[in-house]
């Protein structure tokens, strides 16, 4: 048991300073873990001698040494959190590994070594992954590839021209690009879309979609967690060509 969790075993025998000073660390608790007891007592307005008798109730020599398990308390979790991320990021690269097949890879490299050039668009956090995927195709495999903004597409394609789209939720700033695009087979580029949303609201515009593994929008970490979806599949791409 952790010290914050003994604490709060202990909240029924608290008496009002105790729940002050309890509820105090709970919303201060580097401040608690780090300032002098001389600090606190004048921060917080409780009374040296009472940081101390709360300190003995949860069975520590005196404030010093309560404080000395506090602020190791806060390394602990510092350090947990560090590790559900890294083994959650780690979980989710390998779900992407299993998840993206050679048959893929080769399926996307081969389409690509066809065209005549590749267009690679990526906006805000995916513009890393455009702009890596660009770099691996011009100097790994001799794949002509641009990464340019979206206002500086050609106005006109070719049949044999490819783009490809990262985009994980709605892809709103795609919109009127590909609606523009000619209905004319002979100046409609071969559509990508690399996304980890297998519901993309522009999915029916595309010719071909990857859909990697993903996490829910709603968590705190998802922003970071595509990037390296997204990072891992173009390191995939760039694995399967010095194979090849």
Known sequence: MNIIDFMESKKLSFTKTDSKIYDNILKNHDTFSNASISD?????????SALTRFSQKMGFSGYNEFQFFL??????????NRTSLAHSISDLLIYTENQVSDEMLQTFISTLSKARITYILGYSVTRLASDGLGMILNFVANILAATPNLDNLPDHHTSDDVVIIYSS?????????ISNLSDDPNQRPFLILITTNPKHPLRHYFNDIIVLPSISP???NFVTHELFTYLFFNQLVAQNLRNS
């Open 40 to 48: 606190i007592s004048s921060h917080f307005n409780i009374s040296k």
């Open 71 to 80: 602020k190791q308390n806060a390394l602990t979790t510092k350090k947990d």
């Open 169 to 177: 939720l709605s892809g709103d700033v795609y919109k009127n690009y």
């Open 218 to 220: 709603t968590n705190e």
